[in-house]
């Protein structure tokens, strides 16, 4: 089991225990490697806002996530671009230049 599901499973088995009581703290754990996160505040009409409020909805992401979503897909670090670079550098490995020439 890993460490954030054996975390989850101990916080859901205390809150069934302590049903009506406060929550205790459940502490989140970084991936290894991460950096240390940033906070950026950006201003939004509140037309703006709620444009991208609906369209997280209907992504069924968070409005900052998907914020952050657009944000890295437009800086070219987007989850796609990265699986893009590592397919592309895959075949540019393994296929003749006369394929990818084609």
């Known amino acids: 089991?890993?460490?954030?599901?054996?975390?989850?499973?101990e916080a859901s088995a205390d809150a069934?225990?302590?049903r009506g009581?406060?929550?205790r703290t459940v502490?989140?754990?970084?991936?290894?490697?991460?950096g240390s996160p940033a906070v950026l505040s950006v201003r939004l009409?509140?037309?703006?806002l709620q444009q991208l409020s609906d369209r997280a909805a209907r992504a069924g992401k968070p409005t900052s996530a998907l914020a952050r979503d657009i944000l890295l897909a437009a800086l070219g670090?987007?989850?796609d671009d990265q699986l893009s670079?590592?397919?592309e550098q895959v075949l540019r490995r393994t296929l003749s230049p006369d394929?990818?020439?084609a």
Do not use: F, H, W, Y
Not at 1 to 9: A, G, H, P, R
Not at 27 to 34: E, T
């Open 85 to 87: 670079a590592k397919i």
């Open 45 to 48: 009409t509140q037309e703006q």
């Open 21 to 23: 009581e406060p929550p």
């Open 99 to 101: 394929v990818l020439a």
């Open 16 to 18: 069934e225990q302590n």
């Open 1 to 9: 089991m890993t460490d954030i599901n054996k975390v989850l499973e």
């Open 27 to 34: 502490r989140a754990q970084r991936r290894a490697g991460a």
């Open 77 to 79: 670090e987007s989850d």
